[in-house]
């Protein structure tokens, strides 16, 4: 087994484990075809950075299946992941960037950030337990440990929740969100449902809202229980 390292991660090697990592579904292997498209590189070169991972231990490659981590991988795919949001945390928080702008900023900053840089980050910012979308902030040892949440899209009519985090790479998306002021830890209340799978109607704060189902199923929640359950 590789040995744990805290030397930086090339921009390349970084972003395929990135991808991987967030492409994973139900510990399948990620179909090279699907990891090409994400990152917007050739079949070509998908494949030979996947070997190349494989030769260094982060990745298993199934011919014809794709490609999945290795443990080590995986750790420091979430060591990458945690670098990128501690980035989007400073952006946001001290130096006020909106943010639908944090996202490529901390994608280019992520790379270049050592382990102790990384740890001075986390002191300066307190230890942030999220990212400002709401994702989980891995801990420094490359374990994640997720809250318990839902899709937006299976709350009941009449129920309440609270938002957890919502989808960070699409800008427009987010101002968007913005400006229905659905952000993580709005409470939020669904007072129906269109008929025929139809989009939801919510409220936010002491403003209604339509929201349609397909969006509904990318937005993460904690239901809160009422006062008669």
Known sequence: MPEHTDVLLTTGVGEYLEAIYKLTDDESPVPLPTLSDHLGVSAASANEMVRKLSDRGLAHYE????????????????????????????????????????HEEACRLEHATSAALEARLSRFLDAPSSCPHGHTMPGADGTLEQPEM????????????????????????????????????????????????GPLRLRIDDRDCILGRNLADRISVQILETADE
């Open 63 to 102: 011919p014809y299946k794709g490609a999945s981590l290795t443990e080590e991988g995986r750790r420091q795919a979430l060591s990458v992941i945690r670098r990128h949001r501690l980035w989007e945390r400073l952006l946001t928080d001290f130096l006020e960037m909106p943010w639908d702008e944090v």
């Open 150 to 197: 839902v899709p937006l899209s299976t709350l009941t009519p009449g129920g309440q929740a609270v938002v957890i985090e919502v989808p960070e790479e699409d800008a427009a998306l987010l101002r968007y969100l913005d400006e229905l002021n659905l952000r993580p830890s709005r409470v939020i209340t669904l007072l129906g449902v269109e008929p025929f799978n």
